[in-house]
């Protein structure tokens, strides 16, 4: 063998070159066997009876033959009777799988989860195994997407309850979302603050209010508001009634006008009252906003003489419910919220696989490439990821045969609400076969379904197996 | 996991940067392209570095609120023990933290015993299976018997055969004979279906023994029983802690074969924190530190035994 390393071929065609260490055989054999010894001996050295080895196979073959290989031929049986399990149905329950919308929204969605996980993970496990690649602390950074892979469905599926929690003062996925709305929107002062019934202030459509009569410069304005909690002022300064303007500006004060005790008289600012800062005023003549002020600290504004004669307006804005963020796991956004949880556990697993298949890329190759001129991303697509091709068949295929079967993440993540929307085979399999009004039936035929699902890899896996013995 | 395939080399090498340093160029670069390069590392480093806080941040939000009254749960965000507008958002307002939680939970019968539930599971089928399976790859590598190849080759089958398949049989096997929602048949369900990886990779594993080893063994008058515990166990060593670790976390991790075929009275951790989740917002206190307490058991043998793990990852198979 012309590597060092004592590696044994794989399915290369013969003559072939250089396999890198790092993507062949399905054996351990570069552990343990001694270079030179190319393939392991095929007649047993040991001339024993056949019953010796068959007392040692007993138990694993009690355990396969009973909980295994007979479950697959009762499953294909059982699938053809009906819920109670004594009338035979043919195809029957193959045919309400294939017209039941929830099974089919099972379908539908298990086929977004095998096209969705296995590509993503693969290309984030690939950039960065190539990216860790030569940085100093790539090995605690591999560990940390790594980690994950230790943890159960379960717990993920609580970590993930917990970031996609709607109010975005628990769920840190809404939290983020919303700040960074919040920076481009511009947030209102007073979510919830409204004039009293009656007053100066009225609704004038869209959720502003405007004042019923017209200001003018001599007349400070007084626009009272109420209906937020004294907690929720209790920072703020106590409210100042405004002064005339001198050369002929408009003012006033906006302020709640509650005083703790209920002290207060209505529409006077009185002592403890608070001042409303932050609220924007606009002065609105024959229809056109003329002029915008914002109140300050105190509550009290000013707005350039042109207002003199409008009407004052508070928009719908400064009152405004805060923005809440997205429904994660509401029926639209659930499986793609889910799959982000599947992909934070999974990534590690295709990059440290691939990180393996990159460690075997010879060396020399990529830098007789380099002097020869090629540059990085050259490099990459002409050398590397043919090298890696086979480490990416296989963790695209493991990907997808463990995605087929994805069962407790959507069970413990998506809400009762939301369940029916997220739903998946091998959830709809143990609704159907345990939960309430069950029917065992559709479960085995939903069962056998994913066994055919998984029939092509058996069959390669056995394929490859076969060709290996025959070398 | 299930690809047969797979590659087999150094598992150090996965989670190891490569140690051979970039090659040095020697020609000659303008500054112009030395810069680019240079702010190019700069920026994959920084993209790392988010990478990595993005995701540690779900299970440092579970951390954080296992330890959070609740209170302070639901008055605020986890996040709220950093104080962000500081000059030092990293630091961690201690104040806020309390083991009360996880007083309770401890104080709780019910979670101290599914606990123990989880033990009785794990390490009886993460033995049992490592020692059928250690016998059964001992007779597929050294054993000459009838129609040796068909059984390997169904065991290879059945590597990829989804759990899903055997809930409804075995459901009905476990009742006729008393093992239905009871201990012991959560233990030989697991065991059963941790099998074809187990005797794939020992067969593998075992096959690579040099060949003059044993016959020296049994030259020296070594029996079958002698041989497999004297010379095969020991030099499988590798292969079966891999195999040993992964039957663990399988094991441990597992909740879909607990939730139907645990006992109810004394359910593994899994199921008992499951039949919390329906309640999922104002139970938080419970559900957090429950889960991570879940997690800490699998999380050490995990960082102990990262090399035994990546192998066994690499030899084929991760369920």
Redesign the interface.
């Given at each position: 063998m012309p590597t060092p390393t004592p590696t044994p071929p794989t399915d290369e065609p013969p003559g072939g070159e250089t396999r890198p260490t790092a993507v062949t055989g399905t054996d351990l054999k570069a552990s343990a066997a001694p270079a030179g010894k190319p393939t392991p001996p095929r007649a047993s050295v040991m001339r024993s009876r056949p019953w010796i080895a068959f007392t040692f196979l007993l138990p694993a073959l009690v355990l396969l033959g009973a909980l295994v290989v007979y479950p697959i031929v009762y499953s294909i049986f059982r699938s053809t009777l009906d819920a109670s399990g004594t009338g035979f149905v043919g195809l029957g329950n193959y045919v309400e799988v294939f017209t039941d919308d929830d099974i089919l929204t099972a379908f539908k969605n298990n086929i977004i989860w095998v096209i969705v996980v296995p590509s993503v993970c693969t290309a984030l496990g690939l950039i960065f195994a190539v990216l860790t690649e030569r940085v100093r602390w790539g090995t605690a950074f591999k560990l940390i997407i790594f980690m994950p892979m230790a943890i159960s469905m379960l717990a993920s599926g609580i970590i993930f309850r917990l970031v996609y929690e709607e109010n975005p003062k628990q769920g840190v996925a809404n939290a983020i979302w919303v700040g960074v709305h919040d920076t481009f929107a511009e947030s209102s002062a007073w979510p919830g603050a409204n004039p009293r019934p009656n007053s100066e202030l009225a609704k004038s459509g869209g959720g502003d209010y405007t004042t019923k009569s017209t200001v003018s410069a001599s007349d400070p304005a007084h626009l009272p508001l109420v209906g937020l909690p004294p907690k929720d002022v209790a920072d703020a300064a106590p409210a100042k009634a405004a002064t005339p303007g001198k050369s002929g500006e408009v003012t006033g004060t906006v302020w709640l006008d509650f005083a703790p005790g209920g002290a207060g008289k209505p529409d006077v600012i009185d002592q403890k009252e608070k001042a409303l800062s932050g609220i924007k005023v606009e002065a609105v003549k024959g229809g056109k906003v003329v002029a915008t002020a914002e109140t300050g600290g105190d509550g009290t504004f000013s707005l350039p003489k042109s207002a003199e004669g409008s009407k004052l307006r508070l928009p719908a804005a400064n009152f405004a419910e805060p923005y809440g963020g997205i429904e994660w796991l509401g029926s639209t956004l659930v499986t793609p919220s889910i799959i982000g949880s599947y992909i934070w556990m999974w990534a590690g697993f295709a990059m440290v696989l691939i990180a393996a298949g990159l460690a075997g890329v010879p060396r020399e190759l990529l830098e007789a490439a380099r002097v020869d001129g090629a540059n990085e991303w050259q490099v990459f697509r002409k050398i590397t990821v043919p090298v890696l091709a086979p480490v990416l068949g296989v963790v695209v295929v493991t990907l997808m045969i463990n995605v087929l079967k994805i069962f407790d993440l959507v069970y413990i993540i998506a809400p009762s609400q939301s369940q029916s929307d997220a739903n998946v085979l091998a959830l709809q399999l143990y609704l159907s076969s345990f939960g309430a009004g069950s029917n065992q039936g559709v479960g085995s035929a939903i069962a056998v379904i994913l066994l055919l699902l998984v029939l092509p890899v058996m069959v390669v896996n056995i394929r490859r197996l076969r060709r290996e013995a025959r070398r | 996991?299930?690809?047969?395939?797979?590659?087999?080399?150094?598992?150090t090498?996965?989670?190891?940067?490569?140690k051979?340093s970039?090659?040095q160029?020697e020609k000659k670069t303008s500054i112009a392209s030395r810069l680019v390069t240079v702010t190019g590392h700069w920026a994959?480093?920084l993209?790392?570095v988010v990478?990595?806080l993005i995701?540690?941040?779900?299970?440092a939000?579970?951390l954080s609120?296992s330890l959070r009254s609740p209170e302070d749960?639901?008055?605020?965000?986890?996040?709220q023990i950093f104080d962000l507008n500081s000059s030092f958002p990293w630091v961690i307002d201690a104040s806020q933290l309390t083991g009360s939680n996880y007083e309770s939970l401890f104080a709780n019968e019910l979670v101290t015993g599914s606990l123990v539930t989880t033990m009785l599971i794990t390490i009886p089928s993460t033995v049992a299976v490592v020692i059928?399976?250690a016998?059964?790859g001992?007779?597929?590598?050294?054993?000459?018997?009838?129609g040796?190849?068909w059984?390997?080759?169904?065991?290879?089958?059945?590597?990829?055969?989804?759990?899903?398949?055997?809930?409804?049989?075995?459901a009905?096997?476990f009742n006729v004979v008393g093992l239905f929602e009871t201990t012991p048949g959560v233990v030989?369900?697991h065991?059963?279906?941790g099998?074809?990886f187990a005797?794939f990779l020992l067969r593998?594993?075992f096959?690579?023994?040099?060949?003059e080893l044993?016959?020296a063994a049994?030259l020296d008058g070594a029996g079958?029983v002698r041989?497999?515990t004297r010379v095969v166990l020991p030099?499988g060593g590798?292969?079966v802690a891999s195999l040993g670790i992964f039957q663990f976390?399988w094991v441990?991790?597992?909740?879909?074969v607990a939730?139907?075929f645990s006992d109810a009275s004394s359910p593994p951790i899994?199921v008992a924190?499951?039949q919390q989740?329906?309640q999922?917002?104002n139970n938080?206190d419970v559900?957090?530190p429950g889960?991570?307490m879940?997690?800490v058991i699998?999380?050490i043998?995990?960082?102990a035994f990262?090399r035994q793990?990546?192998?066994g990852?690499?030899?084929?198979a991760?369920?």
């Open positions: - | 996991m299930t690809a047969v395939s797979a590659a087999k080399p150094d598992p090498a996965a989670l190891k940067s490569s051979t970039p090659p160029q994959v480093r993209g790392l990478v990595a995701w540690l941040t779900p299970t939000g579970l609120s749960i639901s008055l605020s965000g986890w996040w059928i399976g016998l059964a001992y007779a597929f590598a050294w054993l000459e018997f009838p040796k190849d059984f390997f080759l169904i065991v290879v089958g059945l590597l990829v055969v989804p759990v899903q398949v055997a809930l409804i049989p075995v009905k096997l030989i369900f065991c059963a279906f099998l074809p005797i593998n594993f096959a690579e023994i040099p060949r044993l016959e049994r079958e041989l497999f030099l590798p292969a976390l441990w991790n597992d909740m879909l939730l139907i899994t924190l499951q989740v329906r999922f917002g938080i559900l957090a889960a991570f879940s997690m699998p999380l043998v995990f960082f990262q793990f990546v192998s990852m690499m030899a084929g991760v369920k």
